[in-house]
């Protein structure tokens, strides 16, 4: 058998051409910067999966800059582009420059944060990261404690562990257990529910109010029908931006509710956890200084690459229901700080670096300042389709979002009925994406089909967004007009 060829390892040999690689890559992302034409190109799954399925795997191409073009053909030249301001779709956000040094620094270094033997000062950066987040979400000394995540799922995923946890410490068996959370909350509560063997029915939706926030006089009812039941409420769920509204729970009421039931109180803060850094916005989280646990997602409001995640706890004793020890990684003897010990993961990467240098770099009052500015253009966008009659509007956001739909009332001889309207505008999404020059969401409220936008793009105008519906308008008449089963 032939010694492997190790001119491709990271090592002080091979340093010329590990500088080659990365300029050859920044480059090529350069370039493309420099000739892009919206944020996408929209190109369908059939055709872009045909080309990957071409490729033969067990043939090396032996030269980086053949395999960099080939990159390029597969997925860059029709990748989706966060930074352009008509990509107004998911919580994706542009990320900072200083964000990416550290992604460059971590990935070579390939630090693994499970135990200290493997990370020595990354350990201490990242905790260090933690109780900063965790001081700014009101939770005290000398208690708090945290970890970072690869995103808000496992983020609630692990909240919902620790809620898990203590109630069975109290000796409440597992079937009995329920969790309460919002009809309009992300879709990983009741998921994390079922992973943790509880069933999906172990999550139980609570009615939102007028302004989709969640109704706190239904979380009593709900709360009392468990009791009466015989049933025992685990943890409360609020929402800190909600997915499609960007509207926040009434923290403080849900939290006297959670006080009252001796419940564990868990805020779901990935998106709005960057309001913690918002000098003018952060009043919009009072309240969750009261909670158990928190949930902030650094890669949707803090303008981080994917992944940087962190779950907060008021006190870092329920951080053991999470804990498992082994011999051969993290003994219980061991006096070294492991972060394994309180983590779901095991091999993690050294993502709060990324956070580190942006706030060395930037300063937080910088980051807190980009989602001002998202936010004000939401609201802008907002007055200002207010006063369109064939746009349709659901409810101001605290956050970024708005969700509306096209809807002109003398569009055809009669006008549109609803599933007609629905129907329109699930089209002038595809049309928008097929056609690249925008992408927006598309969700569904009581049923209807809407569209939304999701700012989180500091340098988009009123106009940018405004052209935006200008597109939408667009295409609503020309579909509306031409497609004769969605017209009548």
Same mark, same amino acid.
């Given at each position: 058998m032939s010694a492997p060829h190790l001119g491709h390892l990271f090592h002080p040999d091979n340093a010329r051409d590990y500088t080659r690689g990365i300029s050859e890559a920044l480059d090529l992302l350069v370039d493309k910067l420099d000739t892009l034409d919206g944020p +996408?190109?929209?190109?369908?799954?059939?055709?872009?999966?045909?080309?990957?399925?071409?490729?033969?795997?067990?043939?090396?191409?032996?030269?980086?800059?053949?395999?960099?073009? &080939?990159?390029?053909?597969?997925?860059?030249?029709?990748?989706?582009?966060?930074?352009?301001?008509?990509?107004?779709?998911?919580?994706?956000?542009?990320?900072?420059?200083?964000?990416?040094?550290?992604?460059?620094?971590?990935?070579?270094?390939?630090? #693994?944060?499970?135990? =200290?033997?493997? %990370?020595? $000062?990354? *350990?201490?950066?990242?905790?260090?990261?933690?109780?900063? *987040?965790?001081?700014?979400?009101?939770?005290?000394?000398? *208690?708090?404690?945290?970890?970072? /995540? #690869?995103?808000?799922?496992?983020?609630?995923?692990?909240?919902?562990?620790?809620?898990?946890?203590?109630?069975e410490r109290r000796g409440v068996p597992v079937d009995r257990l329920r969790f309460l959370t919002s009809a309009d909350s992300h879709f990983s509560i009741a998921k994390s529910a079922r992973l943790l063997g509880m069933g999906e029915d172990a999550a139980i939706s609570v009615p939102t109010d007028a302004d989709h926030r969640m109704d706190v006089a239904a979380l009593r009812k709900a709360l009392d029908d468990c009791v009466v039941d015989g049933l025992v409420p685990a943890a409360v769920v609020a929402t800190a931006g909600t997915t499609d509204f960007g509207v926040i729970d009434p923290l403080h009421a849900i939290a006297e509710a959670c006080q009252d039931f001796n419940v564990w109180f868990h805020v779901d803060a990935a998106y709005g956890g960057g309001l913690l850094v918002s000098p003018r916005y952060r009043h919009l989280l009072d309240g969750i200084e009261r909670s158990?646990?928190? *949930?902030?997602?650094?890669?949707? +409001?803090?303008?981080?690459?994917?992944?940087?995640?962190?779950?907060?706890? !008021?006190? !870092?004793?329920?951080?053991?229901?999470?804990?498992?020890?082994?011999?051969?990684?993290?003994? !219980?003897? %061991? &006096?070294?700080?492991?972060?394994?010990?309180?983590?779901?993961? /095991? /091999?993690?990467? =050294?993502?709060?670096?990324?956070?580190?240098?942006?706030? !060395? +770099?930037? $300063?937080?009052?910088?980051? $807190?300042?980009?989602?001002? #500015?998202?936010?004000?253009?939401?609201? &802008?966008v907002y007055d200002v389709l207010s006063l369109q009659p064939d746009i349709e509007l659901v409810t101001p956001s605290q956050l970024s979002t708005v969700v509306f739909r096209y809807a002109d009332p003398h569009l055809g001889s009669t006008g549109l009925d609803d599933a007609a309207v629905c129907e329109l505008n699930r089209r002038i999404r595809a049309e928008m994406w097929s056609g690249g020059r925008s992408v927006v969401a598309a969700t569904k409220v009581d049923g209807r089909q809407f569209l939304k936008l999701t700012l989180l793009n500091p340098k988009a105008s009123l106009q940018d967004i405004l052209d935006i519906i200008e597109q939408v308008r667009t295409l609503g008449l020309t579909l509306g007009r031409a497609v004769p089963e969605v017209a009548r």
């Open positions: +996408t190109t929209g190109l369908s799954p059939e055709v872009a999966a045909k080309p990957v399925d071409e490729v033969d795997l067990d043939t090396p191409l032996t030269d980086g800059a053949a395999a960099l073009a &080939e990159v390029s053909r597969l997925w860059l030249d029709d990748a989706v582009w966060f930074h352009d301001p008509s990509y107004a779709a998911h919580l994706n956000c542009p990320v900072v420059i200083p964000a990416l040094v550290g992604e460059l620094l971590m990935s070579a270094v390939n630090t #693994s944060m499970d135990t =200290f033997d493997q %990370s020595v $000062g990354a *350990t201490f950066m990242e905790r260090r990261l933690v109780d900063w *987040t965790a001081a700014r979400a009101g939770y005290p000394e000398p *208690t708090r404690d945290g970890i970072f /995540t #690869s995103g808000g799922s496992q983020s609630n995923l692990q909240a919902l562990l620790l809620a898990r946890g203590e109630a158990d646990s928190v *949930t902030v997602d650094y890669h949707k +409001t803090w303008f981080q690459p994917v992944s940087s995640s962190a779950l907060l706890v !008021r006190d !870092r004793a329920s951080l053991q229901h999470a804990s498992w020890y082994a011999d051969y990684l993290n003994p !219980r003897e %061991s &006096e070294n700080p492991n972060q394994v010990d309180k983590s779901l993961q /095991t /091999t993690r990467r =050294f993502d709060a670096l990324k956070l580190w240098l942006t706030l !060395r +770099t930037m $300063g937080a009052d910088q980051i $807190g300042a980009y989602l001002e #500015s998202v936010i004000d253009l939401a609201r &802008e």
